[in-house]
Antibody, heavy 120, light 106 residues
Framework: EVQLVESGGGVVLPGGSLRLSCAASGFTVRGDYMTWVRQAPGMGLEWVSI???????YYGDSVRGRFTISRDSSKNTLYLQMNSLRADDAAVYYCARVGLNVLGHDAIDLWGRGTLVTVS | SYELTQPHSVSLDLGQTARITCGGD??????VHWYQQRPGQAPVLVIYGDSNRPSGIPERFSGSISRNTATLTITGAQVGDEAVYFCQVWDSSTAVFGGGTKLTVL
């Protein structure tokens, strides 16, 4: 089954760090563009970061310099290292795949169920 | 930075046609994608590349685009279609989401 399963969320103090993991099955994270999207309680979707198949990375303005996206092909897992966390980083963090290899388009075609990060 | 504008909410009676708009400053070569998010669930892709339906999405979901407005149309809306709908484009390697439209089916 093709799926993404996030883990690593929890409660962290302001200024603290957390690393989110996203285990993929049914496809390889190395061959696809992978992205993180977050959603604060009761709010809309906010894009966080993307890693391309060629290892290029991009970040949203609000997290650039504090968050780092990476992947481990041997574990078929995507990561998001989050440092210097702030109250406004609190959200459900979704791991997702950009479906270029499936759809031939850059839509996000596969989402995990999300992991909750609380900064307090 | 690029912005997408959606109405906050749309309400309609069961079986009517819902049209949810997404405004942008000239889409140009950008492709618009639409996601459905039911309460407590992750988003689901319902339209990609302006007007394409992924496998498993009912035919009552369709998409269209003009120069400044993309539209998600749900023909014969059902109670199960109640959700928040987000449009999205990529702008210089950055994903941009609209604020979301809450669809209520009465």
């Amino acid at each position: 089954e093709v799926q993404l399963v996030e883990s690593g969320g929890g409660v962290v103090l302001p200024g603290g760090s957390l690393r989110l993991s996203c285990a993929a099955s049914g496809f390889t994270v190395r061959g696809d563009y992978m992205t993180w999207v977050r959603q604060a309680p009761g709010m809309g979707l906010e894009w966080v970061s993307i890693i391309y198949a060629n290892d290029g990375t991009y970040y949203g303005d609000s997290v650039r310099g504090r968050f780092t996206i990476s992947r481990d092909s041997s574990k078929n897992t995507l990561y998001l290292q989050m440092n210097s966390l702030r109250a406004d980083d609190a959200a459900v963090y979704y791991c997702a795949r950009v479906g270029l290899n499936v759809l031939g388009h850059d839509a996000i075609d596969l989402w995990g169920r999300g992991t909750l990060v609380t900064v307090s | 930075s690029y912005e997408l504008t959606q109405p906050h909410s749309v309400s309609l009676d069961l079986g009517q046609t819902a049209r949810i708009t997404c405004g942008g400053d000239g889409f140009g070569t950008k492709h618009v994608h639409w996601y459905q998010q039911r309460p407590g669930q992750a988003p689901v892709l319902v339209i990609y590349g302006d007007s394409n339906r992924p496998s498993g999405i009912p035919e009552r979901f369709s998409g269209s685009i003009s120069r400044n407005t993309a539209t998600l149309t749900i023909t014969g809306a059902q109670v199960g279609d109640e959700a928040v709908y987000f449009c999205q484009v990529w702008d210089s390697s950055t994903a941009v989401f609209g604020g979301g439209t809450k669809l209520t089916v009465l």
